[in-house]
Nanobody, 121 residues
Framework: VQLQASGGGLVQAGGSLRLSCAAA????????VAWFRQAPGKEREFVAA????????YYADSVKGRFTISKDSAKSTVYLQMNSLKPEDTAVYYC???????????????WGQGTQVTVSS
């Protein structure tokens, strides 16, 4: 499975960005697709996840109410809509695919290349 992440950029605090994660060949209905982020000097952390088949969504407390994960089955793409961005959201964002819901990066076996999100104050 090849994952292609895109949509990062530079935005002012309070602004919005939408990240995309496209899968060549599509996602299995049993898959879980997640977004993680990693800031300089910090560990990679869970942001949000969606069960591809059911569409159930899960969020880290730090982004709940600001970020929305969604999917477009026809395009085999998962989106992360990020609103009310804060400087502490600055990180490289990665999408990943796993066989089950997990909050640890090690449980995901396919990763996209990462896209930089920078939020200025």
């Amino acid at each position: 499975v090849q994952l292609q992440a895109s949509g990062g950029g530079l935005v002012q605090a309070g602004g919005s960005l939408r990240l995309s994660c496209a899968a060549a060949g599509g996602f299995l209905s049993s898959s879980v697709v997640a977004w993680f982020r990693q800031a300089p000097g910090k560990e990679r952390e869970f942001v949000a996840a969606i069960r591809w088949g059911r569409g159930s969504t899960y969020y880290a407390d730090s982004v709940k109410g600001r970020f929305t994960i969604s999917k477009d089955s026809a395009k085999s793409t998962v989106y992360l809509q990020m609103n009310s961005l804060k400087p502490e959201d600055t990180a490289v964002y990665y999408c990943a695919r796993g066989a089950s819901l997990a909050y640890a990066p090690a449980q995901y076996n396919f990763w996209g290349q990462g896209t930089q999100v920078t939020v200025s104050s």
